[in-house]
Structure formats: C-alpha cells, structure tokens
C-alpha cells in the first residue's frame, strides 16, 4: 500500500501532474453541472423550485459530494491502492490475494468486484451519450429554432470521438489539462457572477436546509436523490486513475481546484432559480449572459464534455485490459497506440460496441432528460461494491479497529445504498439499461473465468511429467533438427500437448526447446528483474515462466532476445508452436449446456495468441488439439 513512488520529486514535475489530473481524472464529475440541477428540479420529480426547495437540494449536493467524493474517495477509498494502482480491478486483487479471509467470503467479494467492473461497461455507453448531448442542448438556448440539429450534432460528435479513437490520445492529451482547467475557471467565474446578487443561496452548506427538506417530502424526498446522486457521478474514475498520477496530484488537483469551481457554480445555478423559476428548463446555460460568452460556453462545454467521454472509454478499454491478463475475459484485439505509454491502449471490438449503444441511447432517449433515468443505477452500484471491497481491505489487510472500520464502512455504505434504493425507482424509466448491460458483461465474466479453469483441469489431467517425457526420449532418441522451438503452455507443469503433438506426427524435435508459460500476477506491474524465471533441464530443454502484472502486456521476443546470456537463441530461426484448442461438450457437460455453448462461442472468437504475445506471424505453427469439457 504505497505510491510514493509515484509522487514527482520536481515542484514543477507535480504542478504538471495536476494540471493533466484536471484533462483525465476529473472529466465526468466536472461536466455534471450541465444537468444535475435541471434534472433536480426538471425530471420526472418536477420538484417546484421555491427557495426552500433550492436550498435543500443544494445542501444535499454539497453534502453528497463532501461525504461521496471528498471523504470517501479521495481521502479514504484512495488508500487502498495496489502498487500504486487504483480502480475496483486493484480493489479485487488486494482482496484476492492479501485478504485474511475464508475461501468462500473471497470468492463472494471477488463476484460482486465483477458485478462492479460490469456494472462499469453501461456508464461507459450513458456518459458519452448524456454528456455531449447535455452540452450541444446549449444551442436550444442560444436559438430555440436549432431544436432539430441537436441530435444530429451531437451524434456527429460522438461518431467522430469513437472513430478518432484508433489513432490513441497520446496527440491530444496534452491539451486536456488546459482546456478542463478554462472550464473550471469558467464554472466558478459565472457561478460567483450570480452569487453576487444572491450570497444568501450559501446558507445551503448548513445540513439543517437538508435535513428540513427530509422533514418536509418525507419518505418521496428520497426520490430526489436519485438526481442528487448526478453530481458525484465520476467518483470511481479518481480512484481508477490513481496510477497514471499519484494520490497527491488528485487531491490537491480537488480540494483547491475542481471542488470549489463545482459548489460556486451549483450554488449560482441555485441562485438564477430563486431568481426566476422558468430558468429551471436549462439553468446552466440560462445561468450565461447571451451573446458571445454564451456561445464560447456552448462550444468549452462541448470540449469538456469529449473529453470526459473520452476518459470514460479508454477507461473502459483499460478495464478490459486488465480483465484479459487476469482471464476474466477473452484475448481481444488490443492495439498499442503508443511506443511511451503503457496505458494508451486500442481495443476495437469494445469500441464499436460502445458507439453503437451510444448512437442507440441517444436516438432511444432523445433527451439528456431522459437519459438521466437511465443513468444513477450503474454509479451507485459500483460505489457501493467499492465500499464493501474497501472495507474488507482496511479490516482484514491494515488491521484498522473494528469499531473505526465498522462505523466508517456502514456510515458509507448507509449513503451509498440510499442513493442505490432512489434509483431503483427509475428502473423502468430507463435504469434497466446499465442493468441489462452489466447482467450481460457479468456472465461473459464469470462464464470465460470457469471455462478457463476447467480447460486447464482437462489438460493437466492428460498432460506427462516432463521427468517421464526426458527418460523417454534419452531412451528412445527422436530425430533432433537445428533451430529452437518455444512451446506455449498455461500449465508450469507437463509436457505441452502441442509438443506432443508434433513429436507424434513429424517424428522430430529441434535442438534447443523451450516451454514457456505466461503468468498474470495480481499486481499491476512486476518489476524487470522479477520478470522471468528460466531452468535448463537435459536434452536441450528449457522452461521459462514469465511474470507480468495485469496492467502489463507480455511481448515474447523481447524477452527471448534479453536471455541470451543464459542460452543462445535466434529468432529467425525460432518456431513458436501454439495449441488451437476446439472445444466439444463430453456426455456429461461440467458446465449448464447453454454456458458451456457461450463459452465456446467466445473461444471461437477470441484473438489470435499470435498478437496478444507479440510473436512474428511467420515463425508461428498452430497445432489442433479437442477438449471434451
């Protein structure tokens, strides 16, 4: 549990860090002014925007964002890092492998970080969806005869974001800390412009304007909180963004930045409504003086509103990623959009996935309106998932007091699941899309992760001991050709059936062969020297384990090439022999039939180990290999 390593020795090297912790971290909770209110008091609550009621939902945002964002995440959740690493996938790695806990309650913790992480896909359709179309609304005010170009703009937006994405961020993500860094100023700036007229509208930070709200509405005030729970929307992404710049940088980059810019502008929304109540249709624009600065906020909110979809989709090719090397997920295709960064990642079938659920989300729901229905289910289920995980990690890993640890777990968890019951209410407005989604990203999970297992029991079960294996052939010597071949096995253990394969059928053997095995380890990184493991046995045989981290992406014959010191290797003259396993159901099938056909649907489809470990296309021979399961 320490990222000091991570923390820039330079003053100037950390005020860089911050200033880009504004461009990526802060996307999605910083665009949610653009509709937090209006769904507040505009939604299908239609709550009446009397002072009373002004002041009691901005101290239950103020409140919501101090106890969610503020003390939740940013000083408690992000302590619980994984080398340095954060993000619900380092929560479930901490609680796999350092957790003092039985097999079955990690076993269970483990299920509900997957429901998390899939919950994490359907706001990964919602944001970029409600974001940029919150932002291009703007033109309605500007114009209200523009009504009609707003879908198709901001359908342009978005086809334009996702296509852009094969081409990676590394070219513009230096200009996300700037521009995100104008939009917050220009938030607290016409924010402070209206508090001016009304400073009254700051009594709303005492909790006792909340507390009467309560007292008022009673049980249906907690329907409120279903819009509430829109500005603190982004929460997760603090935590899961963690590694790329150091908990210091996010904290400062919050508190003395994007906190006070998000509560200025709320309060001065709050204040254009006890102003005038028709402002209540969209109170962030009508909160702009018309004219140019009006459209300056028009084209700055639809900047910031990309920028926070794109934080939300390479966040969710990361998530990918690292459910990939952790073999919750099938190898897709991943492309590297950059040499420097580890992190600039591709994954294509994910990314045209995701355009047309946004495309469908905003032809479906026409409106940022309606979209808000939709969105809350996926946020609050993930928050308290993280909850639970982190609690579990601060009594079992850092030996916290159980009393300390109790009240701020189930202080926590109260607010979290309050602001899960009163989206539970929009489920059938909208909310069981993100529901839809992450029940189907939750079986895609779990069904690969047991498929996987039980492949692996089948071919231990029919592998022989590389001791046996050796005597045979000193006894009996095969045919030896010059050359190397490396086979590739997820068993440390065994003779691989691909070399078995090749030894029945070609009758050979070359003379230097390597057994290699790919180890993902629960850690985002293993350092270089941990890296490989190689053991000469006899008869010219190798076996190599190579360890990597779940935020790493193995490349073969890199590693072959930096082991020359302790065997001698030539790649061009190297023959990788891959096993390309087809799967049949045996008469009694160990999975339900209908997942184990699910399974081998996805095993059809999975990417080429050729790519995912980096081997030249032409040194590759595949072997066929059934496996009855």
């Known amino acids: 549990m320490n990222s000091t390593a991570l923390a820039p020795s330079h003053p100037r090297e950390h005020k860089s860090l911050v200033i880009a912790a504004l461009g990526i971290v802060f996307g999605d909770i910083g665009t949610s002014p653009l509709y937090t209110l209006k769904q507040c008091f505009g939604g299908f609550l239609a709550l009446e925007p009397t002072p009373e009621n002004v002041l009691g939902v901005l101290s239950l945002i103020f409140w919501a964002v101090l106890t969610v964002i503020s003390l939740k995440y940013v000083i408690f959740i992000m302590r619980a890092d994984n080398n340095g690493e954060g993000g619900i996938m380092a929560l479930i790695s901490l609680v796999q492998r350092k957790a003092e806990i039985s097999p079955g309650f990690r076993s269970l913790l483990i299920g509900l970080g997957l429901i998390g992480a899939s919950l994490f896909y359907g706001d990964g359709m919602i944001t970029p969806a409600i974001s940029v179309l919150s932002a291009v609304e703007g033109l309605e005010v500007f114009r209200p005869e523009l009504h009609s170009y707003v879908i198709p703009i901001a359908l342009a937006i978005l086809i334009g974001l996702f296509t852009f994405q094969r081409k990676g961020t590394a070219g513009v993500g230096a200009l996300f800390g700037p521009i995100m860094a104008v939009w917050f100023f220009s938030l607290a700036a016409f924010g402070i412009i209206n508090l001016i007229s009304m400073p009254a509208i700051l009594e709303a930070i005492n909790p006792i304007h909340a507390m009467h709200f309560f007292m008022s509405y009673g049980w249906s005030s907690i329907f409120i909180l279903g819009a509430v729970v829109l500005a603190v929307t982004g929460g997760e992404a603090l935590y899961a963004d963690m590694g790329h710049f150091g908990r210091q940088p996010i904290r400062k980059a919050w508190f003395l930045f994007v906190w006070p810019s998000l509560m200025l502008n709320y309060f001065g929304q709050g204040a254009l409504l006890i102003q005038d109540s028709s402002a209540v249709q969209n109170p962030f624009f009508l909160l702009i003086p018309s004219?140019?600065?009006?459209?300056?906020?028009?084209?700055?909110?639809?900047?910031?509103?990309?920028?926070?979809?794109?934080?939300?989709?390479?966040?969710?090719?990361?998530?990918?990623?690292?459910?990939?090397?952790?073999?919750?997920?099938?190898?897709?295709?991943?492309?590297?959009?950059?040499?420097?960064?580890?992190?600039?990642?591709?994954?294509?079938?994910?990314?045209?996935?995701?355009?047309?659920?946004?495309?469908?989300?905003?032809?479906?729901?026409?409106?940022?309106?309606?979209?808000?229905?939709?969105?809350?289910?996926?946020?609050?289920?993930?928050?308290?998932?993280?909850?639970?995980?982190?609690?579990?990690?601060?009594?079992?890993?850092?030996?916290?007091?159980?009393?300390?640890?109790?009240?701020?777990?189930?202080?926590?968890?109260?607010?979290?699941?309050?602001?899960?019951?009163?989206?539970?209410?929009?489920?059938?407005?909208?909310?069981?899309?993100?529901?839809?989604?992450?029940?189907?990203?939750?079986?895609?999970?779990?069904?690969?992760?047991?498929?996987?297992?039980?492949?692996?029991?089948?071919?231990?079960?029919?592998?022989?001991?590389?001791?046996?294996?050796?005597?045979?052939?000193?006894?009996?010597?095969?045919?030896?050709?010059?050359?190397?071949?490396?086979?590739?096995?997820?068993?440390?253990?065994?003779?691989?059936?691909?070399?078995?394969?090749?030894?029945?059928?070609?009758?050979?053997?070359?003379?230097?062969?390597?057994?290699?095995?790919?180890?993902?380890?629960?850690?985002?990184?293993?350092?270089?020297?941990?890296?490989?493991?190689?053991?000469?046995?006899?008869?010219?045989?190798?076996?190599?384990?190579?360890?990597?981290?779940?935020?790493?992406?193995?490349?073969?014959?890199?590693?072959?090439?930096?082991?020359?010191?302790?065997?001698?290797?030539?790649?061009?003259?190297?023959?990788?022999?891959?096993?390309?396993?087809?799967?049949?159901?045996?008469?009694?099938?160990?999975?339900?039939?209908?997942?184990?056909?699910?399974?081998?649907?996805?095993?059809?489809?999975?990417?080429?180990?050729?790519?995912?470990?980096?081997?030249?296309?032409?040194?590759?021979?595949?072997?066929?290999?059934?496996?009855?399961?």
């Open 291 to 629: 004219g140019g600065a009006l459209v300056f906020m028009i084209g700055l909110a639809t900047l910031a509103t990309i920028i926070a979809s794109q934080a939300v989709i390479s966040g969710t090719f990361s998530l990918t990623s690292q459910a990939i090397q952790l073999r919750f997920c099938p190898r897709l295709g991943i492309q590297y959009t950059s040499e420097e960064e580890k992190g600039q990642i591709y994954v294509p079938w994910i990314n045209w996935a995701l355009m047309t659920a946004t495309i469908g989300l905003i032809l479906g729901f026409q409106t940022s309106s309606n979209l808000a229905a939709a969105y809350g289910i996926a946020v609050t289920g993930t928050m308290a998932i993280d909850t639970i995980l982190a609690f579990v990690v601060v009594y079992s890993l850092w030996k916290w007091n159980p009393f300390l640890s109790g009240i701020l777990g189930i202080g926590f968890l109260t607010v979290d699941l309050s602001f899960l019951a009163a989206n539970a209410i929009k489920i059938f407005e909208g909310g069981w899309f993100p529901l839809v989604i992450g029940l189907f990203a939750f079986t895609f999970l779990t069904t690969w992760k047991r498929g996987r297992d039980l492949l692996r029991e089948s071919q231990r079960d029919d592998s022989l001991q590389v001791n046996q294996f050796l005597s045979d052939i000193a006894a009996t010597p095969p045919l030896r050709v010059a050359g190397t071949a490396v086979f590739m096995t997820s068993s440390r253990e065994g003779i691989p059936p691909a070399l078995l394969h090749n030894l029945k059928h070609n009758k050979v053997l070359h003379e230097t062969v390597v057994l290699m095995t790919v180890t993902t380890e629960n850690i985002p990184r293993v350092p270089p020297e941990k890296r490989r493991e190689i053991h000469r046995l006899s008869a010219g045989f190798f076996r190599i384990n190579l360890h990597y981290g779940f935020l790493e992406s193995p490349n073969i014959p890199r590693v072959l090439k930096s082991s020359s010191r302790e065997f001698e290797i030539d790649i061009s003259d190297t023959t990788f022999f891959l096993s390309r396993e087809t799967i049949i159901p045996g008469p009694v099938p160990k999975m339900p039939l209908w997942r184990l056909k699910l399974f081998i649907g996805m095993s059809r489809n999975t990417s080429s180990a050729v790519t995912y470990f980096r081997i030249p296309a032409d040194r590759v021979v595949e072997l066929g290999v059934q496996r009855m399961l």
